[in-house]
């Protein structure tokens, strides 16, 4: 263990800083990994707090740490190029008949293929999976409900588990009754009710751009089209080119995730959400919220539901588990504003009910607790696999590399060189044992070709280390081999 010497003529402080530099570079001490706390170094080095303290503060200072409210200070990845908000020169989309299918569903099958780290596929609870717990709830709810574990449930799903949502709901101040909540197979099938509820086929939809590749898809299998709004890798979707769009187009309904983007990580403060949907319902427009990632974030206080600023009622707030228990027990819910009816009425129509066995389990998760302190441990997972992979990205990946510094979720949007296309050595990542998102699939409009999304909602390993080294190198190899070629392709087109 390293001392202090406090005969030097440099100041504790500095000491206490030069002690985290070398605990960094022999690897005591990791990107993501949290500082040892101020009342400990200050034992251990016989000085006051408040000199560790003012260490701490200036490393923050550099940004070199980051503090996190109740917690305490974490190192971050300190090479990584952060994804900064694009220039205001963005250009206009028409809308768009969505055509991707093909790659999206590539990626999906890549989670199957064996040996396969999969980073192309968002599923965060691998890095802290509640599995054990809900096995044993679910053997004691089969115990208690016999027979009724294979009957039909009701439409709008279980009872008591609407009224554990509906106080979830009520604690951020949404006064939601449990009977308005309907409980859906999955957050896809809260948003396809959702949508079908206020638009039909051929109806232009507006979204975030770069937006999830399931909204994207959801929208082409409707039959509709999807005009992309420029969104800020910080502040989330930008109101003023959302005006403009909604001044120019016929937009029937926009699908937006207002608390944490995918993939950008992006969050709206709650003024800013509501004043974007202070905006939309003047123009008396529906607003979907795909809300999926709003108990993972990183920030001192969960984001507030869009749906709580809604005057008209014009707020639909679709979300689930997938994201944050059991992706596999496919339980979402929809809160459908004053499209009650028409969504009870399609959901009856599109599957009759939601599995109940499922239901009564998760219930049981919440009520117990468990789901809490689950979600508090894996928040904590996920900030730490956040900053590690940003470090190992901005180590094995060309420097010209940017990537998003999210502020919950679980996956890292990635920007190479204007001339890599990322789709284009997917087959080789695939063979490599490694799987991405490609970026254009996040486009209906074919944008990103350059940028890729990568989940760190892993068990983090040698595996996933490696896969990052390899798609690293396969970024670089792109770069460095097909530049010229690309710039002769442009430059022959321009002649």
């Not at 000199?51 to 971050?76: D, F, H, M, N």
């Not at 206020?198 to 999830?212: H, L, R, T, Y």
């Not at 990183?298 to 009622?313: I, M």
Request: charged content about 20%; hydrophobic content about 35%.
């Amino acid at each position: 263990m390293r001392l202090l010497d406090k005969t030097s003529p440099a100041f504790l402080y500095q000491q206490v800083i030069d002690f985290i530099d070398y605990q960094q570079k022999i690897g005591v001490i990791l990107p993501g990994d949290k500082l040892p706390s101020l009342r400990k170094l200050s034992c251990q080095f016989e000085i006051s707090v408040p000199t560790v303290k003012q260490a701490y503060i200036e490393l923050e200072r550099q940004g070199r740490v980051c503090a996190r409210p109740q917690s305490g200070y974490y190192l971050t990845a300190q090479l990584a190029r952060t994804l900064k908000p694009r220039p205001a020169n963005w250009s206009h989309c028409a809308p768009a008949a969505v055509e991707c299918r093909s790659l999206i569903e590539q990626v999906h099958e890549a989670v199957h293929i064996p040996d396969t780290v999969a980073l192309g596929i968002s599923n965060p609870i691998q890095a802290n999976p509640p599995d054990k717990t809900l096995a044993r709830l679910m053997r004691s709810v089969i115990a208690k409900v016999a027979e009724k574990a294979v009957s039909y449930g009701p439409v709008t799903g279980y009872v008591k588990l609407r009224t554990q949502l509906a106080f979830r709901y009520q604690d951020q101040g949404v006064a939601i009754n449990p009977d308005e909540i309907v409980i859906t197979n999955g957050a896809q099938e809260a948003l396809s009710i959702a949508l079908q509820c206020v638009a039909q086929k051929g109806d232009i939809i507006a979204i975030e751009s770069p937006c999830f590749f399931g909204m994207v898809e959801l929208i082409e299998t409707l039959g509709m089209k999807a005009v992309e709004i420029y969104t800020c890798t910080e502040n989330g979707v930008c109101l003023d080119e959302l005006t403009i769009a909604l001044q120019r187009h016929p937009i029937k309904a926009c699908l937006f995730s207002t608390a944490i983007n995918n993939p950008l990580g992006s969050m709206k403060t709650d003024t800013q959400r509501q004043a974007m949907v202070s905006l939309l319902e003047q123009y008396d427009i529906p607003l979907i919220e795909d809300d999926v990632y709003s108990e993972l974030y990183f920030t001192e206080k969960k984001p507030k539901p869009a749906q709580l600023y809604s005057e008209k009622g014009l707020v639909m707030t679709c979300s689930s588990f997938s994201k944050t228990a059991a992706p596999g027990y496919r339980i979402g819910w929809l809160l459908p504003g004053k499209y009650e009816e028409q969504a009870k009425r399609i959901k009856r129509a599109q599957s009759c009910s939601t599995p109940m066995l499922q239901q009564w389990t998760l219930n049981e998760y919440i009520q117990s607790g468990d789901y809490d302190r689950h979600l508090s441990v894996l928040r904590k997972k996920l900030i730490y696999n956040c900053e590690r992979m940003r470090a190992l990205i901005a180590e094995y990946f060309p420097k010209e590399v940017c990537i998003s510094k999210p502020q919950g979720g679980c996956v890292l949007w990635v920007r190479c060189q204007s001339h890599v296309d990322t789709g284009e050595f997917f087959q080789k990542a695939l063979a490599q044992g490694v799987s991405f998102a490609p970026g254009i699939i996040f486009s209906p409009s074919g944008k990103y070709a350059n940028y890729m999304r990568i989940s760190f909602g892993v068990q983090w390993s040698i595996k996933v280390e490696n896969a990052i080294k390899t798609m690293g190198q396969l970024v670089f190899d792109y770069s460095y081999t097909e530049k010229p070629h690309k710039q002769l392709e442009k430059k022959s087109k321009q002649q």
